[in-house]
Every structure is written in structure tokens, then in C-alpha cells.
């Protein structure tokens, strides 16, 4: 493999990082809380408040329902109005983090739900209040269960960013294609794939190690 | 101290409203240790939900320090549940803390500073004995040593009232008896008013000073722990205590046919309970120095409730009858509860 390939995949991996790293951050920073809302404002939650739990509920699954491809070009205006473009990586990013915020929020939503209910009745019983129940309760005993979900998070955004790299937002999905596929390099596609993969397992590998060392159960 | 007043709580079930509390009255004193123990669905761990406002009383007024409860504000209800430190019978400790912050957790939900948070929480661990597991997770403990944090987490906050829900139901008998004289040794030394909730009776003889035994909602049977034991009006309280004292007769007897008059040779069968001092009074040798009569003892034990000592002897009478009346008598006289079984031959 010829050094100019070497550096294109360097470049490409850089765009792939930079596309789930933000993508991840924005994400997060919206479907953190929302996964928060979700379990709060259910039925016996500490915010019991069913219309917006509904309201939540059902903006969640909408997004969730639209294929990724789909979801990319008809956010196209969107996503010009943001950043001025519709190209390239930093455009790329923001139909990942509209598509990872409903994804997120039902993962910390199923991690929250795994608190035993008997330790929020415990922080009630001591005068909690309810922000400190989410701070010092939901968030610090779903820990763990958060990780390994955002885990699968980073994981589906590795693959979803492969796919905004189909229309023009680099990274190695868009190499894998325009070179791989379509200059018939079969040694560029195999190169990806190997990198995709050693990525993956890494994302996996740094994932499990911070859930387990946070794990005191 | 603690005033319930006509407290009703009703659920909305998937089929229809269920009723878990219809009218409970109760009146506990500064620094008792009272006990509510009933079956599982009797409604008891909805009672004491309702005293810290966990459950919210559909009517009823729960009066604590002359406060209700019921009328509150959430922000004076969080202040006023800090004046009652509660237990759990699953512990319900963080699992993502160590010992020492699971009992400085209540004291950290009101900003208390670290140094004052320590000066607070190492006394605490060493009163329930656990000085070397400051650093432990929940998980490295034993079930009795988690409840030991339990109880010093729910002390942290300084409470004038401890509610103990179930709080020994997960224990074995050993850390059962451990855990218990600590919350009387807690009751004690700062003289905290305690609610044990349970459906072990002995938790009841063990510790509690009053007791209230509540079925279907209601409360069947109230008073003294020493009254309701040594004489149970209603048959559930009577299957309680039955449970802790068995009251069957030897096996010779049983299946016997028992005569409650009179049977020439036959041996009168009687059932004396000593309470408190009179435990101490010789009745037994009294009795046979006294009256022509032959005394056999069948069975016998001395217990405890609480503090008072109690003893129960079933004996057997034989003689003339005239000298079994009088000897009869003698007994009545004396300070101790009678129960005449019957003659049996």
C-alpha cells in the first residue's frame, strides 16, 4: 500500500473521529436529560408528569422510525441553515446528532429504569429534592448501565457517520466508497474495513473498561 | 408525638380502587418503640409509608410534633422528612458508594461542610459498629452490617423519629436478634421514637414497648406489648403469639377428651402465667406445702418481653376435690394469670 493511501486513511479516520466525537458530545448534552425526562416524568416518577412524558415519548419514536439515510437528506435545509453547508464533515454531523439524540435518550432511559426504585424512596425519605435525586441518585447508580449504552451509541454512530460519508461527508466510509468501490481498489476497501474494525473493538475495549471500574455492585 | 387520625388510603388498581387503610388511630409517645405487625397485604408497610408522607393518606390527618403532615408544602415536607430517618428491608444503600458516603449522603443533600459531614459519620459507624468498613462498598458487606449503615444513615440527620419498615425480614435469626438490640440500644441512648413494622412477632417481644396488630386495613388489637401478649382478645393476635408461644399440650394430652367439670381421679390441667415480679414469688412450693393435693409439672418456660421477665407453667392438679378447689383459690389470690384448661384422665 503506497504512502499517499497511508495518509488518506489517516485523513479519513481523523474525519470519522471528528464527525462521532461531536456528534456524540451534541448528542449526549440533549439526550442525557431527555433520557432524564423520560424516566421522571412517568408514571410514579419523582416529576410525574404525563402529557410532557407523552409529548417526549412520542418525538422520540417519530425520529427514531426515519431510516438514517433518509433522515440525512430531508434535514438537508436543516443542516444548511446551521452551518451553511450541506457537505462535508462538519455538516455530516448534524443529522448524526439529530438521529443519536431519540437513540441516547432511550438508552439512559432503560439504564435510569434499572435503579431500584427502594433507593429513590430512600433519598425521598431523607428530603431529597428531586434535581438532587436525578444528580445524586439516578445519574451516579445508572452510571455503569450509561457507559455500556453510550458504548452502543458511539458504536451505531461509527456506522452511521460511514454513511453520511455516502453523500460527501468524508471519513472512511466515503473513502471505502470513491476508492474502494468505486476506482476498484479492493486493497482500499479491505484497508478501511481493517481500520473500521480495529476501531470498533477499541470503542468496545475503552467502553467496558470505564463501565466495569465504575461498577460497584 | 406521633398522632394518626382516621388515616384511609385507597389505591387505583387495574380493577377498580383497592382499599389498603380504612380509619387507623394511633397515638405514639416521645421515645416509644412502637410495633405494627400484621400479614403481608394487611396494610402496614402503607401505614408507615403514610407517616412520612411516601404514601399520601387519601383521608387523615398524620400530626408529627404538632405538625400535619397532610397539609404541608414540598419544600416544608422535605424539611419536616428530615426529622425522620428511615429503614428498609432491602437496605436500599447506594451501590455506587462506600459505607461513608451512603451515611453522609443525607447530610450532603443539605450542603453540610466535609469536616462536620466527618465529625458527624465516624461517630455514627462506630455506634453501629462498623468503625473499619468506612471505605467498604455495599456489596462487600453482609446483609446485617448493610442494615447497620442503614440504620446510621438514617440517623445522620439528627431525626427525632425512626421508621423501621420490615427492616429485619432479610435477616437471620442471629443478625435478626443483633440488629434489633441495636435500634433499642439506638432508642435508648438518644431516645428516639421508634415505628417497627412487622410480621414476626418476636421483633414485637424483643423490642417494642406498645403494638398494634393490624388486619384488612383496620386496627384489630392495640395496647401494651405485655397486655397484648398475656392476654390477646382477637384470634388473629392470638395466631401471632402462637407462632413465638406454642400453646398446645403435651402430647399425652392431646387427643384426650378434656372435661371442664369435675372427674372423680382426674388431673386438673392449668395454665399460670408470672409476670414481672411475681415471676420471683415460690406459688408452686406454697401450693404443695399448703393443700392435700398432688402437683406435677407438664411444661414450662421463662421468657422475656422486652425487659419484663415472664414465665408459663402448665401443671397438673390431683386430689381430693375439695383440696383442688381450696388450692384453686390459693392461686386466684395470687398475682398471676390463670388459665384452667380442664380435667383429663
Redesign the interface.
Known amino acids: 500500500m503506497s504512502a499517499d493511501i497511508m495518509t488518506l486513511l489517516l485523513k479519513a479516520l481523523g474525519e470519522t473521529l471528528r464527525m462521532v466525537a461531536m456528534s456524540m458530545v451534541f448528542a449526549s448534552a440533549v439526550g442525557i436529560p431527555l433520557g432524564v425526562l423520560l424516566v421522571t416524568t412517568a408514571r410514579h416518577g419523582i416529576l410525574e408528569c404525563m402529557p410532557i412524558n407523552k409529548f417526549l415519548a412520542a418525538v422520540v419514536n417519530a425520529l427514531r422510525s426515519i431510516p438514517f439515510i433518509i433522515l440525512m437528506v430531508a434535514i438537508i435545509p436543516l443542516t444548511r441553515a446551521l452551518v451553511g453547508t450541506a457537505i462535508g464533515t462538519t455538516a455530516a454531523i448534524v443529522p448524526l446528532t439529530l438521529a443519536s439524540i431519540p437513540f441516547i435518550g432511550r438508552q439512559v432511559e432503560t439504564s435510569l429504569n434499572e435503579v431500584?426504585y427502594?433507593?429513590v424512596?430512600?433519598?425521598?425519605?431523607?428530603?431529597?429534592?428531586p434535581l438532587?435525586i436525578i444528580w445524586?441518585?439516578y445519574l451516579?447508580?445508572a452510571?455503569?448501565s450509561i457507559v455500556a449504552q453510550l458504548t452502543t451509541v458511539v458504536i451505531a454512530l461509527v456506522g452511521e457517520s460511514a454513511m453520511a460519508g455516502a453523500i460527501g461527508g468524508g471519513g472512511l466510509g466515503d473513502l471505502a466508497i470513491r476508492y474502494g468501490y468505486q476506482r476498484f481498489r479492493p486493497d482500499v476497501m479491505l484497508a478501511t474495513i481493517v481500520v473500521l474494525i480495529v476501531l470498533v473493538q477499541a470503542i468496545q475495549f475503552i467502553g467496558n473498561t470505564i463501565a466495569k471500574k465504575?461498577n460497584?455492585? | 408525638m406521633i398522632e394518626l387520625r382516621n388515616i384511609e388510603k385507597t389505591f387505583d388498581g387495574a380493577d377498580g380502587a383497592v382499599t389498603a387503610l380504612r380509619g387507623i388511630n394511633l397515638t405514639i409517645g416521645t421515645g416509644e418503640i412502637y410495633g405494627i405487625i400484621g400479614l403481608s397485604g394487611a396494610g402496614k408497610s402503607t401505614l408507615i409509608r403514610c407517616v412520612n408522607m411516601l404514601e399520601r393518606p387519601t383521608r387523615g390527618e398524620v400530626i408529627i410534633d404538632g405538625e400535619d403532615m397532610t397539609k404541608l408544602s414540598a419544600s416544608e415536607l422535605r424539611r419536616a422528612r428530615k426529622n425522620i430517618g428511615m429503614i428498609f428491608q432491602h437496605f436500599n444503600l447506594l451501590s455506587s458508594a462506600n459505607v461513608y458516603d451512603n451515611v453522609a449522603f443525607p447530610l450532603r443533600l443539605d450542603n453540610v461542610g466535609e469536616s462536620e459531614i466527618r465529625e458527624r459519620v465516624m461517630p455514627l459507624l462506630s455506634l453501629v459498629g462498623l468503625d473499619d468498613k468506612a471505605h467498604h462498598y455495599p456489596s462487600q458487606l453482609s446483609g446485617g452490617q448493610k442494615q447497620r449503615v442503614g440504620i446510621a444513615r438514617a440517623l445522620a440527620s439528627n431525626p427525632k423519629v425512626l421508621l423501621s419498615d420490615e427492616a429485619t425480614s432479610a435477616l437471620d435469626p442471629q443478625t435478626t436478634k443483633a440488629i434489633l438490640s441495636l435500634i433499642l440500644d439506638i432508642n435508648k441512648k438518644l431516645g428516639i421514637t421508634v415505628i417497627v413494622i412487622t410480621h414476626e412477632m418476636q421483633v414485637i417481644k424483643d423490642i417494642c414497648d406498645k403494638v398494634a396488630v393490624i388486619s384488612g386495613g383496620v386496627i384489630a388489637e392495640e395496647g401494651s406489648v405485655l397486655d397484648v401478649f398475656t392476654s390477646p382478645r382477637q384470634p388473629i393476635t392470638k395466631e401471632f403469639i402462637s407462632v413465638i408461644m406454642p400453646n398446645e399440650l403435651p402430647i399425652e394430652f392431646r387427643g384426650k377428651e378434656i372435661s371442664s367439670d369435675p372427674v372423680a381421679g382426674a388431673k386438673l390441667l392449668v395454665r399460670l402465667m408470672f409476670i414481672g415480679d411475681s415471676a420471683d414469688e415460690p406459688v408452686i412450693a406454697a401450693l404443695i406445702r399448703n393443700y392435700p393435693i398432688d402437683v406435677s409439672i407438664l411444661s414450662g418456660n421463662i421468657d422475656h418481653i422486652k425487659d419484663t421477665p415472664y414465665g408459663r407453667l402448665l401443671i397438673g392438679m390431683t386430689g381430693e376435690q375439695s383440696a383442688i378447689d381450696e388450692a384453686m383459690a390459693f392461686l386466684q389470690s395470687k398475682d398471676i394469670r390463670i388459665e384452667v384448661i380442664g380435667y383429663v384422665s
Do not use: C, N, Y
Open positions: 431500584p427502594g433507593i424512596e430512600a433519598a425521598l425519605s431523607m428530603g431529597a429534592t438532587q445524586r441518585v451516579p447508580e452510571m455503569p465504575l460497584k455492585k
